[in-house]
């Protein structure tokens, strides 16, 4: 469906359909040349590529090309003609123009091009306007498409699991309270604590830090499901990679164990990547050239690789015998930072990594325990460039090893009395991951701060726009 009276830029450029009469709509990039003539390169969006707009400049009212500006907002209609000049093939000989919207080139931001991706942060109401920023949500996009395409083309059952929830899905307590209470004046009980029971919902609640808990739920009945939606986490990284709103697609599966676990991530991944050369080729080539000489090369080595497996036990001993003095020490036991991640993927193997068996005490209460008693089914896989872009397991499915785990960590059992329930009723083995979706947006787009990949971002002390 296209409305009548407007075709695309992009349709127009591909079309073929010469001497037509068209009307194309959007903004103007850039106008150069004389009092005859002049040519306006106008892009609405559709594709990373303007056409060209050739004015006859005493054709048209004075008033009204002098406004045709850098970022004034234009309809034109006119023929589509072969183009003389190079950089494309057709072009519109304009018969009329109408501005629907000035933008004043004393004050309009985005005049020359090239400007700091930290300054376009600052306008980021403007910066779709631009040729990165047309590409990075034109890819956003294609990736959210193929994300629901995959699923679907493989039998899952997209789930909507809550954005509000009253439990900590990870137990990290990275939590954004949502409540409607009078900060100033909040209603207590007979102990002095805060008494939430006069709260909207009757209880603490929270913006979810993940929809995993209730895609178990999803995939103790429907088999296999995921939810793709945002999550909201209130640590204090400032670093390139953290957000404190991102978007999460988290699968999970009936009858997975962790290598099947695996084997899904790992596929799915690599289908994604492919997905993006295949339709996007013309906006990853732009960011190929502009930002990262490396980016098609690294992506077509990705999805040519496969993926090294190896335990977290393995992981410490390449770490510790490499030689590289690291800023975090790799003793067994203790978290691997993004700069042993990124050590084992780019300089040691060459290739993406998947990582299982972490100690249990690094990670989140649900996770399957193996026999050694210490470690757990975990998984997260580790790209270059990005470190880890899955966290994933195998769950937890037998009731009282889970219960003795979530005593063990203290977790507040109350919270978690519906998720106890699918371990005491038909309780089945299963394993999911969740997919940082702006994580992926930095490897597909080889961009360097996840700032730049979504068109708002959150982080702390910025939710400006
Ligand atoms: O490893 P995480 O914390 O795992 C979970 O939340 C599980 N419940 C997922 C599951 O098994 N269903 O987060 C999963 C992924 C990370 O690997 C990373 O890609 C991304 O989410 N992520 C973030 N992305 C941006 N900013 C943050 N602050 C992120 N925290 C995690
Ligand atoms: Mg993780």
């Known amino acids: 469906?296209?409305?009548?009276?407007?075709?695309?830029?992009?349709?127009?450029?591909?079309?073929?359909?010469?001497?037509?009469?068209?009307?194309?709509?959007?903004?103007?990039?850039?106008?150069?040349?004389?009092?005859?003539?002049?040519?306006?390169?106008?892009?609405?969006?559709?594709?990373?590529n303007n056409i060209q707009v050739v004015a006859d400049v005493p054709a048209f009212p004075e008033d009204l090309l002098r406004q045709v500006t850098t970022g004034a907002c234009i309809s034109v209609t006119g023929t589509l003609t072969p183009s003389m000049g190079s950089g494309?093939?057709?072009?519109?000989?304009?018969?009329?123009?109408?501005?629907?919207?000035?933008?004043?080139?004393?004050?309009?931001?985005?005049?020359?091009?090239?400007?700091?991706?930290?300054?376009?942060?600052?306008?980021?109401?403007?910066?779709?306007?631009?040729?990165?920023?047309?590409?990075?949500?034109?890819?956003?996009?294609?990736?959210?498409?193929?994300?629901?395409?995959?699923?679907?083309?493989?039998?899952?059952?997209?789930?909507?699991?809550p954005i509000i929830t009253g439990s900590d899905a990870e137990g990290a307590g990275e939590m954004f309270r949502v409540t409607t209470l009078?900060?100033?004046?909040?209603?207590?009980?007979?102990?002095?604590?805060?008494?939430?029971?006069?709260?909207f919902f009757g209880k603490e609640t929270n913006l979810t830090v993940s929809g995993q808990l209730?895609?178990?739920?999803?995939?103790?009945?429907?088999?296999?499901?995921?939810?793709?939606?945002?999550?909201?986490?209130?640590?204090?990284?400032?670093?390139?990679?953290?957000l404190a709103e991102f978007w999460m697609i988290e699968?999970?599966?009936?009858?997975?164990?962790?290598?099947?676990?695996?084997?899904l991530a790992e596929d799915f991944l690599k289908y994604l990547i492919n997905y993006?050369?295949?339709?996007?080729?013309?906006?990853?080539?732009?960011?190929?050239?502009?930002?990262?000489?490396?980016?098609?090369?690294?992506?077509?080595?990705?999805?040519?690789?496969?993926?090294?497996?190896?335990?977290?036990?393995?992981?410490?001993?390449?770490?510790?015998?490499?030689?590289?003095?690291?800023?975090?020490p790799t003793q067994w036991g203790a978290d691997l930072q993004s700069e042993h991640e990124r050590y084992l993927v780019e300089k040691h193997y060459k290739k993406p990594v998947i990582i299982t068996g972490y100690p249990k005490t690094i990670k989140a209460f649900y996770m399957k325990q193996n026999d050694d008693g210490t470690t757990v089914r975990a998984m997260d896989v580790l790209f270059p460039r990005i470190g880890e872009i899955v966290g994933g397991s195998q769950r937890e499915e037998n009731l009282q090893a889970l219960e003795n785990r979530i005593e063990e960590l203290g977790i507040p059992r109350e919270e978690l009395w519906w998720y106890l329930d699918t371990r005491r009723f038909g309780t089945a083995p299963h394993a999911g991951f969740g997919l940082g979706f702006e994580r992926m947006m930095l490897f597909i787009t080889g961009m360097s701060n996840i700032r730049d990949v979504i068109p708002f971002p959150r982080t702390p002390n910025n939710a400006e726009f």
């Open 1 to 48: 469906m296209s409305i009548k009276s407007r075709t695309k830029v992009r349709e127009a450029l591909v079309s073929g359909e010469l001497e037509k009469e068209i009307t194309v709509k959007g903004w103007v990039r850039t106008r150069r040349g004389n009092k005859n003539i002049a040519f306006i390169a106008l892009n609405d969006g559709s594709t990373l």
């Open 88 to 161: 494309q093939s057709v072009e519109i000989q304009a018969k009329s123009i109408n501005l629907y919207g000035p933008a004043d080139p004393a004050t309009y931001p985005l005049q020359k091009k090239g400007h700091s991706l930290e300054f376009l942060r600052e306008i980021a109401h403007l910066r779709p306007r631009t040729n990165t920023f047309g590409a990075i949500l034109r890819l956003r996009h294609a990736m959210s498409y193929a994300i629901h395409k995959y699923f679907n083309d493989n039998g899952f059952y997209y789930l909507h699991t």
């Open 182 to 199: 009078d900060m100033m004046n909040p209603p207590r009980t007979e102990d002095g604590k805060i008494n939430y029971r006069e709260d």
């Open 214 to 242: 209730e895609g178990e739920i999803g995939a103790l009945a429907l088999s296999d499901v995921y939810t793709f939606g945002p999550t909201f986490r209130a640590e204090n990284s400032n670093t390139p990679r953290h």
């Open 251 to 263: 699968p999970e599966m009936a009858f997975y164990d962790i290598h099947d676990n695996m084997d």
């Open 276 to 328: 993006a050369l295949e339709h996007c080729n013309e906006d990853l080539r732009f960011l190929n050239d502009m930002y990262d000489k490396e980016l098609l090369s690294r992506l077509n080595s990705v999805i040519n690789s496969d993926f090294v497996r190896i335990t977290y036990t393995e992981a410490i001993d390449i770490l510790s015998s490499s030689g590289v003095k690291f800023e975090f």
